[in-house]
């Protein structure tokens, strides 16, 4: 079985600062992109952030792009989604994906159609 499971969401205040980890299981991930999506109520799903497995290169959402920042550990199979700055408009369920990798991650990535699977998610509530 295939697993991402999400966990470290929960509530802070505006400017506070919140650490999401995704930990895989039931295959390697070393040939995927690893993807952070994030959905409001009422919202689509939108991108956030993702890394290369192998080679660690990194996609942000122009607006996250400073505050947040993706990483991996290899040696526990985990996806790091680091956030700062945290404003309410970034009170979201957010889900951790995986994709395939072909040639062009950069095109990809931001993609959540093009993602394989998914964990189920977790709340990060900013109040203001």
């Known amino acids: 079985q295939v697993q991402l499971v999400e966990s470290g969401g929960g509530l802070v205040q505006a400017g506070g600062s919140l650490r999401l980890s995704c930990a895989t299981s039931?295959?390697?991930?070393?040939?995927?992109?690893m993807g952070w999506f994030r959905q409001a109520p009422g919202k689509e799903r939108e991108f956030v952030a993702a890394?290369?497995?192998?080679?660690?290169?990194?996609f942000y959402a122009d607006s996250m792009k400073g505050r947040f920042t993706i990483s991996r550990d290899s040696a526990s199979d985990t996806i790091y989604l680091e956030m700062n700055s945290l404003k309410p408009e970034d009170t979201a369920v957010y889900y951790c994906?995986?994709?395939?990798?072909?040639?062009?991650?950069?095109?990809?990535?931001?993609?959540?159609?093009?993602?394989?699977?998914w964990g189920q998610g977790t709340q990060a509530t900013v109040s203001s």
């Open positions: 890394i290369t497995w192998r080679t660690g290169i990194t």
């Open positions: 039931g295959r390697t991930f070393s040939t995927y992109t």
């Open positions: 994906a995986a994709q395939r990798q072909g040639t062009s991650p950069s095109i990809w990535a931001r993609t959540a159609g093009r993602y394989d699977y």
